[in-house]
């Protein structure tokens, strides 16, 4: 996926307690159902926000999880059925973090992570 002209590869954690409003605001979050460990007032998703770059040799983290009760067999489900449309929604944030990141609470800061990997692979110490 491009971020700032260049391809990198990123991470984006499923959540399953993120309070409800961060919901509300638009292009943060891919909402999913409530897993068994979502509490009330609280939703369950793909936290864009929490997305981190990973070096270009990773191999996928992907992982399904052993869980047993249908409501996070549900939400795997649906990730899985929906992978395009989680990209798209993905590359709408992308968008929104370049434009102004600062309006973003809670996000990770993309630049620095890049920057230090960047720093890593020239050998430079922090």
């Known amino acids: 996926m491009y971020y700032r002209n260049d391809e990198y ?3 984006i954690p499923w959540r399953s307690n993120v309070p409800t409003a ?3 605001q638009k292009n943060l979050v891919y ?3 409530p897993t068994t460990h979502t509490k009330k007032g609280h939703i369950a ?3 864009f926000r929490k997305s981190v770059i990973v070096p270009k040799n990773f191999r996928n983290a992907y992982k399904k999880f052993n869980e047993v009760d249908d409501r996070d067999n549900k939400s795997i ?3 899985e059925k929906n992978l395009d449309k989680i990209i798209k929604a993905f590359k709408l944030y992308l968008k929104q973090y ?3 990141k600062n309006k973003i609470d809670f996000s990770v800061d ?4 890049i920057n230090i990997t960047k720093d890593k692979e020239r050998g430079n110490r922090f």
């Open 9 to 11: 590869k990123f991470l």
């Open 22 to 24: 961060v919901g509300k």
């Open 31 to 33: 909402k999913l159902p």
């Open 45 to 47: 998703c793909l936290d």
């Open 77 to 79: 489900l649906i990730i």
């Open 98 to 100: 370049v434009y102004d």
């Open 110 to 113: 993309l630049d620095r992570i």
